[in-house]
């Protein structure tokens, strides 16, 4: 069976060298066009934006795949170095709680145990004049108060001032 060209080693091996470097550059703030440009001036000519873009998709899928496996070998390594710990018979030195804590704290933050830390918060203006409204809006600022019969008068005010509906004429499909 013979190779395509883009199953050479040497492609392969330029593809993991410019998918590195554009991790790198991801790691720097850079957007795929930034990419793309400079990758190109280093001597990836093939490094279009929708490559570097393909690029990014493949790292990010390689990594979705590593990351459970860090994440249980590092796992493993806190448990191991957190019994150490605890087995130690220096257990009563401030050093060894302090280490003991710390390494709680870091199996906490891996397995997601915190409680969130950050906040979000916004300053809404409700403070609307009704007359800058317009439809729907205006209707529910106007409305707002009043009782459940009030609005049912509303209803009815606003059924009434509905055309009736336009005779239809048959005349031009009976000819």
């Known amino acids: 069976m013979s190779r395509r060209p883009q199953d050479k080693p040497q492609t392969k091996l330029r593809m ?9 550059l991801f790691k720097q703030g850079k957007s795929t066009r930034e990419a793309s440009k400079i990758l190109k001036s280093e001597g990836f000519p093939k490094a279009s934006q929708s490559t570097v873009s393909c690029d990014l998709r493949s790292l990010q899928a390689d990594f979705a795949e590593i990351v459970p496996q860090e994440r249980q070998a590092a796992y493993e390594e806190l448990k191991a170095l957190k019994q150490m710990i605890t087995s ?5 030195t401030g050093e060894a709680i302090k280490l003991l804590l710390e390494t709680h704290d870091r199996l906490s933050r891996l397995l997601g145990l915190d409680a969130p830390n950050k906040t979000i918060s916004a300053k809404i203006d409700a403070t609307v004049d009704p007359e800058k409204l317009q439809g729907y809006r205006k209707f529910v600022v106007e409305t707002q108060l009043l009782s459940r019969e009030q609005l049912e008068a509303v209803y009815q005010y606003a059924r009434s001032l509905r055309p009736a509906p336009a005779p239809i004429s048959l005349k031009g499909e009976l000819q």
Request: aromatic content about 0%; charged content about 45%; glycine content about 0%.
């Open 16 to 24: 993991q060298s410019r998918r590195a470097r554009a991790l790198q």
């Open 88 to 92: 130690s018979d220096d257990l009563r």
